[in-house]
Structures are given as structure tokens and as C-alpha cells.
């Protein structure tokens, strides 16, 4: 063993695991991202109550609970066969826009974004929030804690508890929003959207006007030509809260375009044994192992997959910036998972656009909220776009609601296989003839970190201790380097 | 005077006790001037090894979340143990088990047969499940296994004191450490929050009567519930009278009852039992066929009601793993 290095990370959601194997001339043989945990809520969701859904599952991830929360309601609307009068839905989808804003922001300047705003291979004591500071201010952010503490006041308002809010039921919400609550709704709203815009501001300013970045988000380094899935509405806009799951090809062609309901004809799971993480497919392709290209089933989801398996935004300033994204980065759709992290900010400025079209509508304020179930439940589909992903919640019960049978298509699971890919090609374009840094091996990590993953999420298990270790062994098996971030 | 030493760690959690901690927003800062935190993995850089050089005893106070669910876990909160004068179980997984430990209710082989061949979209014909040792590409690869049950922090190690809640308010966080810090020390086994049930600080207890007597009960969604009155008079279990108070009933001021994330009130020592016992008691049906037609068509769920976050607490259902 020629050196143990063990450096801790904090910008990623979840256990991950990458072991790197080198050849004898220290090239990469293969380099693998490995998912170490399980904790099985399909399993202990079987004989709970179906209206206790939205609150269990929120307890899969404390950093995305509002996405679980809302899709479980949304399947319990499906499962009761129950529509909610207008204001309750608005009142959801205000919500979830709120917690999309928060939760993209953290990535953007907490997680992933320190690569880009302090640097690729920025000293590892600076890629992060204390690097940020000194690059962009103190100021900047404290802008950032006071709009995430206002947004998540907004949460608890309409939430009742912030992290596993108690809202969704099936049919409606569980309280009107008092005038009071709205005053406080618009006006932070108004915030948000000069927060947002001030997000893009930072990437423009930081990221795209520098040539080098555009060069590397544009690298083939970071590029996988693979099919992508998003919620679309009607018009084929981008939707975080409901609408039609639209698959592209990787020409950006339409693959299919589907109601949740037939989600199992669409999308299967693939086991390895040597993760915990199910791999996501498209039937209709099949799984071929982990290659890309239209001949294979991978396919991607969240910001970018969102943005490619769309047409636009249905805001005007989003959709101002989406026709600017495709511009510069040269047609539709973009295959460069770096650019997640633009898709990213560019879907900051729809929520806070559509929190605003949301709250300045009269009928969210009505107190009609609820519609009583009346209908013999049986099964239960509902879908919506978590910050990472096409998230689907799927139960079956008796006819008393009875949970018999639960199946959850988890945000990071749908990226598992593509990100499989990821971390190994960036492994073997950056490591050459053995030579391995800490700034190399940040790189390989930001092929990841693009889709800010949780893995927590994607195997239903345990943040736990969250932490990345990459192992790499020589040509002989023999461990060469640990980096441990634990 | 040297600053205290705190550390915080996480073990099977959804993160949430995470945010939690974060949404101290500026009493972090107070935080940072009064102590010098040690670890703390969801924003600083400071790992095992930090831990492990220090001499024993010479971390103030360990603050964990998260049930025991992983060896590494079990491994982790002995080293902290070690290190630390005062270990805090930090909401309810550490404290209780939480809602993951749900799972104790089944077994392990049940939730990988499902996980791994009987979920509907899986295809996986070979029956391929993930394996402690595998290969992949000629790459051998190793996977940490997983503990039989999940297991509140106080079956692993001493726990000097609890903090309540799924996740804990950001008031009761503070409350806890700055009494911690400030050496005003509760007696040993103290759990934060208040000493009395969550009834007392809740807004609709003017409407609670006196006596209740249920002749029915209703789950949430078959009810539009009266915001301004007591929720079980409305014939909706709420687990406010037999909760700790302190979170200054968060879930009723969203207009829906409380399922009891702030675990038993003192001297108790588990929740689902004294909650069962409680609802029994004012259950006004004492004719057998229809409480039996009660319970089957309301489809009690004994579990996910009356033991939500505390079945990591109830060994009984361990026993299924064992035979
Ligand atoms: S107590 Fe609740 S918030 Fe904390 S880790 Fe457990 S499930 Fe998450
Ligand atoms: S039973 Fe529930 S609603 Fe009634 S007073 Fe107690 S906490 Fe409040
Ligand atoms: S009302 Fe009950 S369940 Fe809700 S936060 Fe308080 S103690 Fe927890």
C-alpha cells in the first residue's frame, strides 16, 4: 500500500462508494460506484392505514421529505379515486414549488456548486461553503441562510412540522391557507424570485463567461448519450407537480409519453450484486448492461433529463433561459452531465416564477380544500419530479386502505445505472499513467455529484454517515490509495 | 476556560435530524462561540480518525441521531461512547428507533425477497441480491451487511440523555445543549421537551372535556376535521394525551392529530403499550360484536398507530427473526 489519504465530504446525500481499479500502466481498468445500504420501507409500508403513507415515506429522506410526501398523497388521490377541488391542489403545488426552490439552492450553492464557483481542483478546504464565502462574499451567503430560513418558515405554515410535513391527504390538504399565511406566502414569494435571479446571475458570471468551465461541462469526459424521462404538462412543459411522464431518445425524439397509471409498462429494475441500489430501465429498450446509447434502456431524470424531455418552461423568464441553455450549448438535447447544474438554476427561476403565479391567484385563498373519499380504494399510482428525479409512489390495499403491497420508483434510482457510467468515464478520461490527486479525483466525483444524488433515497435507506470512499487498487489487487470521507 | 467539545453524528437517518440541526440558522453561531464542535459530518470536514486520536473521555458531549441499523454504526457510537463525558440520543430513531424501525416487524430475508425479486418492476429471474462479497468487471467488491433489527442508541451503548422528536424543533435543540454547556446539568436519564403530555400545550386543550368517550373512531382522511376543537372529541385518535410535550403541537397547527414523535411522557417506558391501554379505556363499546366490527372495518393498525416511533423499543417482534 503506497499511501492511505482519508478526506471526509459533506456535498453528497447519502453512502457512496467508488472503487477504482488500475492497470499496470495506472490507467483505469474500471472504476465503479457502489450504493452500501438498504433499510426497506416497501416491506414495513405492508399493513399500515394508506392515509399514513405521506407522512411514513417522508421519513425515507429528511432533504427531500416534501417529494415522497407528495407523491404518496398524490398516489392516495389516485387510491381513493378522489379529485381535490382546485385550491387544495394549488395550495400542494405552491408548496412543493417552495421546497424545490430550498432544496435546489442548497446543491447549487452548498453541494455540488463549490466545484464550479471555488473550482474543479480548488483545494479541498475551500470547495464548500467557507469557499464560497471568500469567493463570492459573506453577504451573498447570508442571503443565502435568510431565503432558505424564509422558505422553510413557509413550510411549517402550510406544512405544519418543515421536515415531514403533515398536508397531503387523500382528496385534499389538511388546512385552507389563513389570509394571514397568504400575506406572508406572497411576500416571500416576491424574494424568491429575486433570489433566484440572483442564482443565475452567480452561474453567468461564474460558470459561463469562463471559457474553460463551458469547455468542461461541454468535455467528453462528462458526456453520456442516454435516453431521458420528465413530468411534462400539456404543452410539454417542464412540471415538477403533475402532468404526463415524456421519454426522449438520445436524438431528443419522442420515446413515449405515458400516464403514470402504466408506469409498469414502461420502466423495470435490474439487480447487481454488488450494490443495494435497483437499476431503472426502459422496457421498451431493454437492459443491455452499462452502456449507453439508444440500443440500451438507461435512461436519466431530474434538471437536465427534465429540460431535454420538455419543450420549455411554462414561465416566461425560465422558459428565456431554457432557449438561451439550448443556444449556447449547441441543440437539444444536451448529453454533458455537468450541465445539470444549469438545468438546475434554470428550474430555480421556474419555481419561483410559478410560486408567484400560484399565490396571485384569488382561488388558493378559497377554503374549500377537501373532498371526502368515497370510492372503494384498491390501487394507488401517483407521480411527481422530486429535485432529483421522476419520483413514483405505488400502493396497493384492501378495501378498508389497508397498505397490502407499496413499490417506490425513487429520483436517484432512475440515474443509478447512468451514473454508473459516469464516474467510470470520468475515471478513465482524467487518470493517466497512474497519476491521481485530489483535485483528479474531485473531478471524478463531480460526475455524480451533477445529478446531486441521495442515496438515500434511491435505496429507500439511511443517509447514515454519508460517507464516499474510493479505493484504488494496481493491476495486482493491491490497494494503492484510500480516500475516505467519512 | 477551554471551550466545550461537542460532537455530532449521525447513524440511520433520513437526514432530517440533520436539518434540523441546521435550522438553529443563528443560534448556530452562539453554538460556534461556545464550543468547539468535533465532528460533524453533514458540514464539517472532521472524520473517524480525528475521533479515534482523541484520548478518552476528552469530547464534552456526543449528540447522535439516527437508530443503530449497520455494524458501522454499533462501531461508531462505542468510539463516541468512549471518547465523550455525555452521550445525547438526538431524536426519535436514536431515541426510540423512529419510523425505520417499522421494519423490526418484519424480517430480514422478507425485505430482500421483496426488494430484490417480488417488487413489481424488478426482472430478476437469476434471483441476484446483493452479496457482502461480489464481482464486477474482475473488480471485487465489498458490501457492509445489515444488523437483524434496528436498534435504539441506548441497547448499544449508555445514553446519558434524550431529545425528543421526528425530527426535534430547533427551540428544544437549543434548549438542550445550551443547558449542557452551561454545566446546568439534568439528572442523568433526562429527556428535553416537557415533563408533561403534549394536551397540555395544545391549542384546542379548552375543548378537551373532562371525560372522553368514543363511541366510534375515524381516520383522517374519512373526516374534514374542526380546527378548533379537540380532535379526539371529534372521534379521531390523537396521541397528544400520551406524548411528551414540547413541540408546542406542531402537527395540530396543521389541522391534524398528533401520531406521538416526542415518545412517552416520564416514567413511562413504552409508548404503544400505555397508548393502547389509553384508547382502550375510553373506547365506549362494551359489546363485543360491535367493537369486533370496529376494529375490522376500520382496520386497526396497532402498530402504525400506538407504536409509530417506538418499535425499535419493543422487543416482542424481534422475536420472529429468531426462529
Ligand atoms: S428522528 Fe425523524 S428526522 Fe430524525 S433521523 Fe429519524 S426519521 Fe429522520
Ligand atoms: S387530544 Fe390532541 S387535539 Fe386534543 S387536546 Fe390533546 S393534543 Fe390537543
Ligand atoms: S404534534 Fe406530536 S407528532 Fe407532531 S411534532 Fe408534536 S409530538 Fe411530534
Redesign the interface.
Same mark, same amino acid.
Given at each position: 500500500m503506497r499511501e492511505v489519504v482519508i478526506d471526509p465530504i459533506t456535498r453528497l446525500e447519502g453512502h457512496g462508494k467508488i472503487v477504482i481499479k488500475l492497470d499496470e500502466n495506472g490507467n483505469v481498468q474500471k472504476a465503479i460506484l457502489q450504493v452500501p445500504e438498504l433499510r426497506g420501507f416497501e416491506k414495513f409500508l405492508v399493513g399500515r392505514t394508506a392515509e399514513d403513507a405521506p407522512q411514513i415515506t417522508s421519513r425515507i429522506c429528511g432533504v427531500c421529505p416534501w417529494a415522497h410526501h407528495m407523491a404518496a398523497t398524490k398516489a392516495l388521490d389516485d387510491l381513493f379515486k378522489v379529485e381535490p377541488p382546485l385550491a387544495a391542489k394549488m395550495i400542494r403545488e405552491f408548496a412543493y414549488n417552495v421546497f424545490m426552490l430550498e432544496d435546489h439552492a442548497l446543491h447549487f450553492f452548498v453541494l455540488g456548486g463549490p466545484d464550479f464557483i471555488v473550482g474543479p481542483t480548488a483545494a479541498k478546504e475551500e470547495r464548500n461553503l467557507v469557499g464560497i464565502i471568500k469567493k463570492l462574499g459573506a453577504d451573498v451567503v447570508k442571503n443565502v441562510i435568510i431565503t432558505r430560513k424564509k422558505l422553510r418558515y413557509l413550510e411549517q405554515l402550510i406544512g405544519g412540522k418543515i421536515t415531514h410535513p403533515v398536508l397531503g391527504l387523500p382528496g385534499g390538504v389538511a388546512k385552507p391557507l389563513s389570509d394571514e399565511d397568504w400575506k406572508i406566502c406572497f411576500d416571500t414569494s416576491k424574494e424568491g424570485i429575486e433570489f433566484a435571479k440572483f442564482a443565475y446571475k452567480a452561474l453567468k458570471d461564474i460558470v459561463l463567461s469562463n471559457d474553460q468551465y463551458v469547455e468542461l461541462i461541454k468535455s467528453d469526459a462528462y458526456t453520456h448519450k442516454t435516453y431521458y424521462m420528465g413530468l411534462v404538462d400539456d404543452n410539454n412543459n417542464v412540471n415538477f407537480y403533475d402532468g404526463k411522464i415524456r421519454v426522449v431518445d438520445p436524438e431528443g425524439r419522442e420515446f413515449a409519453k405515458f400516464d403514470v397509471r402504466n408506469y409498469l409498462d414502461h420502466i423495470a429494475e435490474h439487480v447487481e450484486p454488488w450494490t443495494y441500489v435497483r437499476f431503472t430501465y426502459l422496457k421498451g429498450v431493454g437492459w443491455k448492461g452499462f452502456v449507453d446509447g439508444k440500443e440500451s434502456g438507461i435512461y436519466s431524470v431530474a434538471p437536465l433529463a427534465r429540460l431535454n424531455a420538455s419543450n420549455g418552461m411554462a414561465t416566461p423568464m425560465a422558459n428565456e433561459l431554457y432557449k438561451e441553455f439550448y443556444q449556447v450549448m449547441g441543440g437539444k438535447p444536451i448529453h454533458s452531465t455537468l450541465a445539470f447544474h444549469w438545468a438546475r438554476v434554470i428550474e430555480m427561476v421556474y419555481a419561483a416564477e410559478r410560486m408567484m403565479e400560484l399565490i396571485e391567484n384569488p382561488e388558493i385563498r378559497s377554503k374549500d380544500v377537501r373532498n371526502l373519499p368515497k370510492e372503494r380504494p384498491d390501487v394507488g399510482i401517483g407521480v411527481v419530479e422530486a429535485p432529483r428525479g421522476t419520483l413514483i409512489h405505488h400502493y396497493e390495499t384492501d378495501e378498508r386502505g389497508i397498505i397490502k403491497r407499496a413499490n417506490l420508483i425513487v429520483a436517484t434510482q432512475n440515474n443509478s445505472a447512468r451514473m454508473v457510467l459516469s464516474v467510470d468515464k470520468a475515471a478513465r478520461s482524467l487518470i493517466k499513467n497512474g497519476k491521481i490527486d485530489d483535485g483528479i479525483l474531485n473531478m471524478v466525483e463531480m460526475a455524480f455529484r451533477a445529478y446531486d444524488p441521495c442515496h438515500a433515497c434511491a435505496t429507500h435507506s439511511l443517509p447514515g454517515s454519508m460517507p464516499l470512499i474510493v479505493r484504488i487498487y494496481d493491476s495486482d489487487d493491491n490497494l494503492i490509495k484510500e480516500i475516505r470521507r467519512d | 476556560m477551554p471551550k466545550a467539545k461537542v460532537a455530532f453524528?449521525? /447513524? $440511520?437517518?433520513? %437526514?432530517? +435530524? *440533520? *436539518? $434540523?440541526q441546521v435550522?438553529l $440558522?443563528d443560534k448556530l453561531f452562539d453554538l460556534v462561540e461556545a464550543a468547539d464542535i468535533v465532528l460533524w459530518? #453533514? =458540514? &464539517?470536514?472532521?472524520?473517524?480518525?480525528d475521533v479515534e486520536r482523541m484520548p478518552d473521555g476528552s469530547i464534552d458531549v456526543a449528540i447522535i441521531n439516527?437508530g443503530i441499523? &449497520?455494524s458501522?454504526?454499533e462501531e461508531?457510537v462505542k468510539l463516541l461512547r468512549r471518547k465523550s463525558k455525555l452521550v445525547v440520543a438526538y431524536g426519535s430513531c436514536a431515541h426510540m428507533g %423512529?419510523?425505520?424501525a417499522? $421494519?423490526n =416487524?418484519?424480517t430480514k430475508e422478507?425485505?430482500?425477497k421483496? =426488494?430484490?425479486e417480488e417488487?413489481?418492476? #424488478? !426482472? !430478476?429471474p437469476e434471483g441476484?441480491?446483493? *452479496?457482502v462479497r =461480489?464481482?464486477?468487471? %474482475? #473488480? *471485487?467488491?465489498e458490501?457492509?451487511a445489515?444488523l437483524d433489527y434496528l436498534k435504539p442508541l441506548d441497547e448499544v451503548v449508555e445514553v446519558d440523555y434524550y431529545i425528543p422528536g +421526528?425530527?426535534p424543533t430547533p427551540e428544544i435543540t437549543w434548549e438542550a445543549i445550551s443547558s449542557i454547556l452551561s454545566g446546568k446539568l439534568p439528572p442523568k436519564g433526562h429527556v428535553f421537551g416537557s415533563d408533561r403530555a403534549l394536551c397540555y400545550e395544545c391549542p384546542l386543550n379548552e375543548t378537551k372535556p373532562e371525560k372522553i368517550s368514543l363511541d366510534t373512531i375515524k381516520?383522517?382522511?374519512?373526516? #374534514?376535521?374542526d380546527?378548533n376543537k379537540c380532535y379526539l372529541t371529534q372521534g379521531v385518535l390523537c396521541m397528544g394525551p400520551v406524548t411528551r410535550g414540547g413541540c408546542k403541537a406542531? /402537527?395540530?397547527? %396543521? !389541522? &391534524?392529530p398528533c401520531?406521538g414523535c416526542f415518545g412517552p411522557v416520564d416514567g413511562v417506558s413504552y409508548q404503544g403499550a400505555k397508548a393502547l391501554s389509553f384508547f382502550s379505556s375510553i373506547i365506549n363499546i362494551d359489546d363485543e360484536n360491535t367493537f369486533r366490527k370496529l376494529v375490522e372495518?376500520?382496520?386497526v393498525?396497532p402498530?402504525?398507530?400506538f407504536a409509530?416511533y417506538c418499535l425499535g423499543k419493543g422487543t416482542i417482534y424481534r422475536k420472529k427473526e429468531e426462529r
Open positions: - | 453524528y449521525w /447513524c $440511520a437517518s433520513c %437526514g432530517g +435530524c *440533520e *436539518e $434540523a435550522d $440558522a459530518p #453533514v =458540514a &464539517m470536514d472532521f472524520k473517524r480518525e439516527g441499523r &449497520m458501522e454504526h461508531m %423512529g419510523i425505520p417499522l $421494519a =416487524a418484519y422478507s425485505i430482500f421483496y =426488494a430484490y417488487a413489481p418492476t #424488478v !426482472n !430478476n441476484r441480491r446483493p *452479496e =461480489a464481482s464486477f468487471d %474482475g #473488480v *471485487e467488491l458490501l457492509p445489515f +421526528c425530527p381516520r383522517p382522511h374519512q373526516i #374534514v376535521l380546527p406542531l /402537527c395540530i397547527k %396543521g !389541522n &391534524m401520531t372495518e376500520l382496520g393498525d402498530l402504525g398507530w409509530k
